[in-house]
């Protein structure tokens, strides 16, 4: 490797750490990601990976003690919203017998059981205050006391924890502590959303899906371009988590079948970002988004017709007055012209956006109505005219 030139050595060196604990991509964003794990994990300090729920962040803390001087030592994950506060500080630092009712002998804690490893804390920012005072002592004198304890125990662990809160503006409203804050934020790693790496989102999905079908045996006719792109450009909140959920309750609920754009639209719950300036999706293929205009267009000129009508009738002088029944009558004549071949094929038209639209949007009339530009009260009422009731 030493022959190599620094851009093909710096690859290589994050292709290692890529190939050693999973994080897949080939997004610049996971590049830098994987080059500053590498450029941190040797060194023993503390680490701070901040980043949406999802996101991944306890694999990247997995890969820092993986490429670290401790990776032959123990990795002990705690997530600290998930432990009741009462015994929390059990948990974390352990306790000596009949410290508490139940404590029938002495017990390790998680800090004791990550000696001479790491410890990663998931959620730091859930930490209440109190246990956030003895974990300062622990990363600025490496000792700590067990629950009921009289004497202090020194342990050499490194801390590397994780939040997907702001921990500035915890510290500023009180919640979080200032000088610890600073302790674990020695060296901080952002780890992106899934939004901010599109790119990676096909791969993820094979990698998703490959997994899922071989440990379950099923067989899956893989996914088509359309639903592909329709995946990469999805907002993801819920990030990686939501993504391998989405894949696996596809493949299930579909039978293994090739995937197209309209089966993942079911599964999405409306997470499609749309650009309110263009009149169709961003999402959509050029086909696709093509024929959404021109049935778009095609409401338009009839609703600008239909407008123009009764302009007109409003503004014609009647020559006698025709008499209630025979005003209905004329009404329903009007609705009647569907029967002109024009008229209908418009109607057809309107009837289809309407049906891709309802099948878009999982059937929600609120979405559906928004993204074709009507009230939901025009909505229900032509849904009801159509047939479209599900």
């Known amino acids: 490797m030493n022959g190599l030139p620094s851009d093909l050595k710096t690859e290589a060196r994050w292709r290692v750490v890529q190939a050693d604990v999973g994080i897949l991509g080939e ?3 996971i590049r830098r990601l994987l080059e500053t794990i590498e450029q941190v994990a040797p060194a023993d300090i503390s680490v ?4 949406e729920s999802g996101t991944g962040k306890e694999l990247v803390a997995k890969a820092i003690h993986l490429r670290s001087r401790r990776r032959m030592q123990p990795l002990i994950t705690v997530n600290c919203g998930a432990i009741p ?3 929390l500080e059990s948990e974390l630092f352990g306790h000596e017998k009949g410290s508490f009712t139940g404590a029938v002998g002495p017990r390790k804690g998680y800090f004791e059981l990550a000696d001479h490893g790491t410890i990663f804390l998931d959620e730091i920012g859930e930490l209440p205050l109190t246990t956030q005072v003895k974990l300062l002592r622990v990363l600025e004198a490496r000792e700590f006391m067990r629950v009921g304890g009289t004497e202090s125990i020194q342990v050499d662990v490194r801390v590397v924890a994780a939040t997907n809160k702001n921990l500035r503006e915890e510290v500023h409203r009180g919640n979080f502590r200032e000088d610890l804050f600073y ?3 020695a060296v ?3 780890v992106p959303a899934l939004r901010e790496r599109r790119e990676d989102i096909p791969l993820l999905v094979e990698k998703f899906a490959q997994d899922f079908i071989r440990d379950n045996h099923i067989e899956f006719a893989g996914f088509s371009e359309s639903a592909l792109h329709t995946m990469r450009m999805a907002d993801w909140p819920g990030n990686i988590r939501e993504l391998r959920n989405v894949v696996e309750k596809i493949i299930v609920l579909e039978r293994g079948g090739r995937i197209d754009e309209r ?3 079911k599964y999405l719950h409306g997470t499609v970002p749309f650009n309110t300036a263009l009149p169709v999706p961003v999402t959509r293929s050029r086909e696709e988004s093509e024929r959404d205009l021109l049935f778009r267009v095609l409401l338009e000129i009839k ?3 239909a407008q123009l009508r009764e302009l007109l009738m409003h503004r014609a002088e009647p020559r006698y007055h025709l008499g209630p029944w025979r005003e209905e009558y004329a009404e329903a004549y009007d609705e009647s012209s569907d029967h002109n071949d024009e008229h209908t094929y418009v109607a057809d038209m309107e009837k289809e956006m309407i049906r891709s639209a309802l099948m878009r949007f999982g059937g929600n009339k609120r ?3 928004a993204y074709l530009g009507l009230s939901e009260r025009t909505l229900y009422r032509k849904i009801e005219k159509y047939g479209l009731k599900e």
């Open 367 to 369: 979405k559906a109505a």
């Open 27 to 29: 997004s610049e964003t």
């Open 183 to 185: 302790r674990l934020n």
């Open 303 to 305: 609703s600008e017709i």
């Open 85 to 87: 506060e009462g015994i």
């Open 188 to 190: 901080p790693i952002h």
């Open 48 to 51: 701070l990976i901040t980043g």
């Open 263 to 265: 089966s993942v639209q």
